[in-house]
């Protein structure tokens, strides 16, 4: 079974800052690509940052110059460094890891959302 666990949401003034982190645990053979989804309320889940095995980060258009994605591999964790916050900033906040597993099947992996609310 693999987990990923979110922590470090909360409550936070517009212009400040968050630091998210997904820990990844489980019978994990490698990570592929992690990346952080953000649910607002009424409205889709979106991809907001993703990192790959290689380092590569990638930005939705309203978080970039404000949203820092990293991941410390030994450790199978990835980190969402959130500045500048908005208030359209505010929304449920999920981890999402492409993993292989030890018996070798490669999946799409949730943790279980950690809110950010942003407040004037």
């Known amino acids: 079974q693999v987990h990923l666990v979110e922590s470090g949401g909360g409550l936070v003034q517009a212009g400040g800052s968050l630091r998210l982190s997904c820990a990844a645990s489980?019978?994990?053979?490698?990570?592929?690509?992690m990346g952080w989804y953000r649910q607002a309320p009424g409205k889709q889940r979106e991809l907001v940052a993703s990192?790959?095995?290689?380092?590569?980060?990638e930005y939705s258009d309203s978080v970039k110059g404000r949203f820092t994605i990293s991941r410390d591999n030994a450790k199978n964790t990835v980190i969402l460094q959130i500045d500048s916050l908005k208030l359209e900033d505010t929304g449920v906040y999920y981890c999402?890891?492409?993993?292989?597993?030890?018996?070798?099947?490669?999946?799409?992996?949730w943790g279980q959302g950690t809110q950010v609310t942003v407040s004037s």
């Open positions: 999402n890891g492409v993993l292989t597993t030890t018996s070798g099947y490669t999946g799409s992996y």
């Open positions: 990192i790959n095995s290689g380092g590569r980060t």
């Open positions: 489980g019978s994990i053979f490698g990570i592929n690509r």
